[in-house]
């Protein structure tokens, strides 16, 4: 095939591609688009700004100190993060169906506006690549289901950047037209054709249907509707299991009589049993699990305040505590807690949960439980205690 | 006026542009591997909707608008707009691809049932659409 050949039959391929006069449906309109695309932004917003949030809050050493009250914050912002997420794959499929035609456009003659289009075309890419990326990964790490090999947690966070600045480009291109869209004259609607009203109407019955069917196991009386969520509240304590003993490669040492806890600041030791630990002074307080996967649940845990621990080794108040856990590797095998933290009064080494002893999934021996932080900082099978100068 | 306009959509472009760069920067940061293993995904979420599923929902619109009385639109729209993207949301935990043998507090429903249930739920409130739209005669839209 020669090259005029080529390029011949490429030509004729592309003038045979549909242009946004075949796509005939009256039902799409600018109206329309900038109706589910001004919500679509709003739940990118409140995804965004609940990511940030629980990244800073999985920072060992933040900047500020973020703080343990209210307990349930953090519970709430990242139950909201997953729940706006889900929210938006209804509205981001009715969004592009909304503008599909706009795909086959052809790019105008004139050089500048050419490149001005080539330019927008790049930022829509951008944008659908990223948001998609953003709604699909988010939606597998919820099920624990992880068929990539890329970093979730990190890949996760930085194209949450990209889908927002993308967004942003995007509204202040279209902005004219979001304008009229929301505060120009009424349209008549078309005889026949399935009106805007009824499009919106369904695109918010599809959003609401998603998140109390798929996101809203964490919200007591609504758990019972939601058919669709990964974890339906059971477990010990009724308190789910994000990782197994087994998982984690603890269970021998976990169960082992002879486990001993380290408590340490500079050159003062401490070893405790298990049953020194129960011997101490115990307190008991109502916190939540809230795991960065969405769900989350209240357990009533009695164990040792951790001020009470740092007693032992005479850490003045408001050191920051290094924990170690039994499970060798991976980000859950050890946390910090800032000094913020540490010092809270229920902040602390649980030995029971709702009164039982700690089942061996739940962190048997000892796990930390604090007030308002990501469940993957509340660590398990704890066998070492830092306290930090 | 206009001037106003401009000013806000040259601020809200360049937060964007910045906010987007950061991002590519963190991408970048996390090494070409983890770059490697990302970019088929990026690419891959829109070859599949906008090769695949987008295609589809047009080829199954206009065969809708072709073989559907006018009284069974809205019905027909409130099935698709609700069911096609509930079911997409579904897959993670109707095909239990992150189940763990060790951990039975994961995935610990009847999904299928439960998917069913909500189809059930949602064709019969169509279904008293369309009742209602043929009963009003006229094409509501």
């Known amino acids: 095939m020669s090259g005029t050949r080529f390029t011949d039959s490429l030509t004729s391929l592309l003038d045979r591609a549909p242009t946004p006069e075949d796509f005939t449906s009256p039902a799409r309109s600018p109206q329309l688009t900038a109706r589910v695309g001004t919500w679509l932004g709003v739940c990118f917003l409140v995804a965004f700004l609940t990511g940030v949030w629980s990244h800073l809050a999985q920072l060992p050493n933040p900047l500020v100190p973020l703080p343990t009250r209210p307990i349930w914050l953090y519970r709430v912002t990242q139950g909201v993060h997953v729940a706006a997420g889900t929210a938006a794959v209804p509205l981001l499929l009715v969004k592009l169906w909304s503008v599909f035609p706009q795909l086959f456009r052809r790019p105008p003659t004139p050089t500048r506006a050419r490149l001005l289009d080539a330019v927008e075309r790049l930022s829509i890419l951008v944008l659908v690549s990223s948001a998609s990326f953003q709604l699909v990964t988010g939606l597998a790490n919820s099920a624990q289901w992880y068929p990539w090999s890329f970093s979730f947690r990190s890949t996760h966070f930085a194209l949450g950047w990209v889908a927002m600045g993308s967004l942003l480009v995007h509204v202040a291109v279209k902005l004219p037209v979001i304008r009229s869209a929301w505060l120009g004259p009424e349209v008549a609607p078309v005889p026949g054709a399935v009106s805007r009203r009824t499009i919106l109407r369904a695109t918010w019955a599809a959003a609401g249907v998603a998140v109390v069917t798929s996101a809203a196991s964490g919200v007591p009386g609504v758990r019972r509707l939601s058919a669709l969520a990964p974890r339906s509240g059971t477990g010990p304590g009724n308190v789910p299991v994000n990782k197994s003993a087994a998982a984690a490669g603890v269970t021998t040492a976990a169960a082992d009589p002879g486990f001993t806890l380290a408590v340490s600041r500079g050159g003062v030791h401490r070893q405790l049993t298990r049953a020194d630990l129960e011997s101490m002074p115990q307190t008991t307080a109502t916190l939540p699990i809230a795991c960065v996967e969405g769900w989350s649940a209240t357990g009533t845990w009695t164990g040792v305040r951790i001020t009470e621990l740092m007693a032992l080794v005479d850490a003045p108040t408001g050191s920051a505590v290094l924990v170690e856990s039994l499970q060798r590797g991976g980000a859950s095998s050890r946390s910090r807690m800032p000094g913020n933290v540490a010092a809270d009064p229920q902040a602390i080494l649980a030995l029971t949960l709702d009164g039982e002893r700690l089942s061996l999934d739940h962190g048997y021996p000892c796990r930390i439980i604090a007030p308002n932080r990501p469940g993957a900082l509340q660590t398990k099978w704890v066998n070492r205690i830092e306290v930090q100068a | ?141």
């Open chain 2, 1 to 141: 006026m206009t001037g106003t306009l401009r000013g806000t959509r040259t601020v809200i472009g360049a937060v964007g542009l910045v906010l987007g760069l950061y991002g590519v920067v963190r991408l970048l940061g996390l090494g070409w591997g983890n770059l490697l293993a990302t970019v088929p995904w990026l690419a891959g979420v829109v070859v599949v909707h906008d090769g695949l599923l987008a295609p589809v929902v047009v080829l199954v619109g206009v065969a809708a608008a072709r073989v559907l009385p006018t009284w069974g639109r809205r019905a027909a729209l409130l099935v698709l707009v609700v069911l096609g993207p509930l079911t997409l949301l579904a897959v993670p935990v109707l095909g239990r691809f992150g189940a763990k043998a060790d951990n039975p507090t994961l995935l610990d429903r009847p999904y299928a049932a439960g998917w069913a249930a909500v189809v059930a739920v949602v064709l019969v409130a169509a279904a008293a659409v369309a009742v209602h739209d043929r009963r009003e005669g006229a094409p509501r839209g």
